[in-house]
């Protein structure tokens, strides 16, 4: 695939699997800074903007949404082929998400969901990197639009961006916001990738892991104090895999 010169705009493509496109919809409320970033970026496809040309080579794509059928599947594999860069956009990409809380429902529940919307449904429901290679993740639901941005900048000046292995609870630290777990509620600030500048804490709401869960996440630890706040095995399942797999499912890779 033919690289970018310096002087070149970098030509992206927005792309979604299934999902709610929230992730894009972030992206558009950058607003100024969007349209500044215009300078140095071609949209060459997006369904929001309306931006439709027939497929060619991409420096960045783009990618939100699951992989729950065989057309996400094929999708996929064809923009992968075609693309320099692919970044996964948001936990439906990321970690599988919302779409992904199928994966841990008993298989009675499972099997009475509806299932018209999908063409061709795969067992499970997939993030990206399970079919494709991915090169960078942008964690969230939605993601954050800053964030979005100094990734694009970085790739546009030939950096390779770096996510880094720090929990939620570091940033909410920063923020001085009381810590939820002294009132007994469950947070998985201590098991969750920070960059939402601690969003849900800071309103007093627990966090439930949307940008995917550390490398050395102390899950059992975890576990063991939802015990004493009293939750059942149930209640705290629900919670680690409202978003992620369940870390204590057989081989951690429930929605793999
Ligand atoms: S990560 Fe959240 S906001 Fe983004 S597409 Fe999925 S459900 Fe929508
Ligand atoms: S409220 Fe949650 S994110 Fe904040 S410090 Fe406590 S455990 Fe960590
Ligand atoms: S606090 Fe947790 S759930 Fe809330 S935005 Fe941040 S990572 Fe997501």
Do not use: W
């Amino acid at each position: 695939m033919k690289s970018k010169k310096k002087h070149e705009k970098t030509r992206l493509g927005f792309f979604s699997l299934t999902c709610c496109e929230g992730c894009e919809l972030a992206v558009l409320e950058l607003n100024r800074d969007f349209v500044k970033a215009l300078g140095f970026v071609e949209i060459l496809e997006s369904r929001m903007l309306r931006e439709k040309n027939p497929p060619q080579e991409l420096d960045i794509a783009f990618v939100e949404g699951s992989i729950v059928g065989k057309d996400d599947l094929e999708k996929a594999q064809k923009i992968r082929e075609r693309s320099r860069f692919l970044v996964a956009m948001g936990a439906c990409a990321t970690i599988a998400g919302i779409p992904g809380i199928r994966n841990a429902l008993p298989e009675k529940i499972k099997s009475a969901l509806p299932q018209r919307a999908v063409k061709k449904p795969l067992e499970a429901v997939h993030k990206l990197s399970d079919f494709v290679k991915v090169d960078f993740e942008l964690q969230g639901c939605a993601i954050n639009e800053k964030e979005f941005l100094k990734v694009l900048v970085q790739f546009h000046n030939g950096f390779f961006p770096r996510l880094e292995n720090v929990p939620v609870c570091k940033e909410c630290k920063e923020k001085e916001n009381p810590c939820l777990l002294l009132e007994g509620k469950a947070c998985l600030g201590p098991a969750s990738y920070a960059g939402c500048n601690a969003l849900c804490p800071s309103q007093k709401a627990q966090c439930i892991g949307c940008r995917g869960f550390t490398k050395d996440a102390n899950f059992s630890a975890l576990k063991r104090l939802f015990k004493e706040f009293g939750l059942t095995e149930g209640e705290t399942k629900n919670i680690f895999t409202y978003f992620n797999p369940d870390p204590f499912a057989e081989a951690s890779n429930a929605r793999q």
